[in-house]
């Protein structure tokens, strides 16, 4: 069965406080999740930050083949490599998941709507509220 991740990354301004969260499912069953302030950062590192983070929670529950659901359209666009990477900071960031995602025997990223990405956005507001 396919473990689907879901993630979000926001900041307040661009760049501003920012915070990641993420859900990760086996079916229709939550497994874990995380909601986390990173502070200052851009929307754009902060849902790379947020990926990379929802990848080592799928590796640490010995997930193996993994669909990733970001509502992050350059992202996404940018790990399939049909943009490139330009800005510096980013770059490392997409180095990083591109190299944990070779850690996976089938991996998958998709772009949706953020109103198909609740719960992560939900979680996302929840840790820059608190912080």
């Known amino acids: 069965m396919k473990t689907k991740l ?7 301004g661009n760049p501003g406080p920012a915070a990641i969260g993420g859900v990760l499912y086996q079916g229709e069953k939550e497994i874990a999740h995380f909601s986390q302030y990173i502070g200052e950062t851009t929307n754009n590192q902060a849902e790379y930050k947020a990926l990379l983070t929802g990848l ?25 490599k049909e943009y490139k990477v330009k800005d510096s900071e980013l770059a490392k960031l ?11 025997s089938d991996i998958s990223f998709t772009h949706v709507r ?10 996302v507001n929840l840790a820059l509220d608190q912080a």
């Open 56 to 80: 080592e929670l799928a590796r640490k529950h010995q997930v193996t083949d993994l669909e990733c659901f970001l509502d992050s359209e350059l992202v996404v666009k940018q790990l399939k």
């Open 6 to 12: 879901f993630t979000d990354g926001g900041a307040r």
């Open 94 to 104: 997409f180095v990083k998941v591109w190299n944990l995602s070779q850690e996976f």
């Open 114 to 123: 953020r109103e198909l990405n609740k719960e992560a956005d939900r979680l």
